[in-house]
């Protein structure tokens, strides 16, 4: 029951979102979009997996990027063109993409704040304009496990059995609105919509 109602609240913050991506940045049928993060996996039945290309109008102007294999990603989104790779080293020129993308990763990528400044450092190098959210380090509950205060305990102990004991065995390291900031190589925009922030760059 609580992992049905967490799902509905996902997926709302999902749609608003896309809603502010598409208000934002205005993009069109020309406009090319890169997607840093996907997941081998279709959209639906419950799952909030890849809403983007499930819900962006122009999903032939995606690039989908994701770590593992992308074969049920592929088949269940024929018109995005699917590249497995690293997010802290994407095989793409400078500034190839309009746009990009990224929702809900950064926490995940290894390698502490370098490895996320990475991460953010070649999203804002492949494309124009940029997009990222991250769950709220402020929020009290986190957004994962659905436990209050567990993204506020150090690294390793009863954090990482936490985290194991509900099928996370990545990294989970949430960001305060100033440390997301500070991740960007130039100003970006950071809105607080308490449960999660959406970096907008460059401002």
Known sequence: MLRQV??????????????????????TAET????????????????????????????????????????????????VTPVRAD??????SD???????????IEHVAGGRSGQRQFIEELCRVAGRVFVTTPNRLFPFDPHTL????????????????????????????LSPKQLAALFPYPVEVINTGFTLIALGPV
Do not use: C
Not at 100 to 105: I, K, L
Not at 150 to 165: I, K
């Open 6 to 27: 967490a799902s509905r609240i996902s997926m709302r913050s999902r749609e608003r979102k896309l809603e502010l991506f598409l208000d934002r940045f205005g993009p």
């Open 32 to 79: 090319t979009v890169v997607d840093v993060g996907v997941t081998d996996a279709p959209f639906g039945g419950g799952s909030t997996d890849n809403f983007f290309e499930a819900r962006y109008p122009w999903p032939g102007q995606i690039t989908g990027v994701g770590h593992t294999e992308l074969d049920r990603f592929a088949a269940a989104f024929p018109s």
């Open 87 to 92: 997010g802290r080293a994407l095989p793409f």
């Open 95 to 105: 500034r190839q993409f309009d746009l990009g993308f990224s929702n809900a990763v």
């Open 147 to 174: 436990l209050p205060a567990v993204h506020w305990l150090p690294p390793g102990g009863v954090r990482d059995r936490l985290l194991r004991a509900r099928g996370f065995d990545d990294v989970l390291d949430p």
